[in-house]
C-alpha cells in the first residue's frame, strides 16, 4: 500500500508527492501534467518520515512550501504520528500551512463488517506499536486486475485524535482549525450507513449524530 501527501510551493506550480509506490507516483504525475502545462510535477519515491531528505534533493531545489496536504486513508498506514507532523513542520516555510483531511479514528476502531448495523469497537483506537493486520485477499482501489497480487495482508495503525492534535502541536505548528464530520466518503461500514442524494457522501443511516465518521484539521507554520 502507498502513503500519499503533497506539498505546493508558491505560485501553485511545484507540486512534489510522497509516496512509497513509485509507479503510482509516475502515473499521478503523469495525469497531472497533461491538465496543468505550467505545473512543474516530480514524484519522491520515499518514505514518509524521510521526506524532507527527499525534497532536499529534489530536482527543482524547492526545500519548503506553502501547504501540505494530507488526504484520505493516508495516516493509517504510519506507524508513528508524531514523526509525520515532524515531518510536515520542517517541509512547511513559516507562515505554510498544512491541511489534513483524514478518517476518524473512531471509525477506524469500528468492526466494518458485521452483517447488522450494530455499531461496535473492535480495534484499537489509540496508535499502538504493533500494527492491525489483516488479509482480505487481492483488492484494489481501482477497476484493475488483481491476479497478479501475491501480498495480500495489510498493516495499519490508528492514531487517536488528540494523539494526531498533540502530535501538531508539538512539532511547533499552531492549530487553526478542527472539525470533526458526519460523514466519510465511503461506505465504511457498509451494514449500517447510507450515501446521500445530494452528494454522494456516506453517513450512518441511524442517528449520524452518534459518531463521527471523518475530520478535518489545519495547522500553520508561526512565521
Same mark, same amino acid.
Not at 64 to 81: E, H, K, M, R, S
Not at 85 to 104: D, M
Not at 194 to 209: I, K, Q
Given at each position: 500500500?502507498?502513503?500519499?501527501? /503533497? ?5 501553485? *506550480? ?24 505550467? *505545473? ?5 519515491? /520515499?518514505?514518509? *518520515? ?21 488526504? $484520505? ?7 508513528? +504520528? ?17 491541511? $489534513? ?30 500494527? +492491525? +493486520? ?12 488483481? /491476479? *497478479? ?19 501538531? $502541536? ?10 470533526? $464530520? ?6 465504511? +461500514? ?23 465518521? /471523518? ?9
Amino acid at each position: 500500500m502507498s502513503t500519499f501527501s /503533497s506539498v505546493f510551493s508558491s505560485g501553485g *506550480t511545484t507540486y512534489p508527492n510522497f509516496d512509497n509506490f513509485n509507479r503510482v507516483i509516475e502515473s499521478v504525475w503523469t495525469r497531472t501534467a497533461n491538465f496543468y502545462d505550467e *505545473t512543474v510535477a516530480y514524484g519522491l519515491d /520515499s518514505e514518509v *518520515t524521510q521526506a524532507t531528505d527527499a525534497v532536499l534533493t529534489a530536482p527543482n531545489g524547492d526545500h519548503q512550501f506553502d501547504v501540505v496536504y494530507t488526504g $484520505l486513508g493516508a495516516l493509517n498506514w504510519l506507524p508513528d +504520528i508524531r514523526s509525520w507532523a515532524k515531518v510536515v513542520a520542517a517541509l512547511l516555510r513559516p507562515g505554510g500551512v498544512l491541511h $489534513l483531511h483524514e478518517g476518524h479514528p473512531m471509525l477506524w476502531s469500528m468492526d466494518q463488517e458485521r452483517a447488522d448495523d450494530v455499531l461496535a469497537v473492535r480495534y484499537p483506537y489509540f496508535e499502538t506499536a504493533a500494527p +492491525i +493486520i489483516s488479509d482480505d485477499g487481492p483488492r484494489t482501489y481501482t477497476d484493475g486486475d488483481t /491476479s *497478479t497480487i501475491t501480498n495480500t495482508a495489510m498493516a495499519e495503525w490508528n492514531h487517536g485524535l488528540g494523539e494526531v492534535v498533540q502530535g501538531v $502541536l508539538d512539532a511547533g505548528l499552531v492549530l487553526t482549525k478542527l472539525e470533526e $464530520l458526519q460523514y466519510c466518503d465511503w461506505l465504511a +461500514i457498509p451494514a449500517a450507513m447510507t450515501l446521500t442524494d445530494d452528494d454522494g457522501a456516506a453517513v450512518l443511516v441511524d442517528r449520524p449524530e452518534m459518531m463521527p465518521l /471523518s475530520y478535518t484539521l489545519q495547522a500553520r507554520r508561526p512565521l
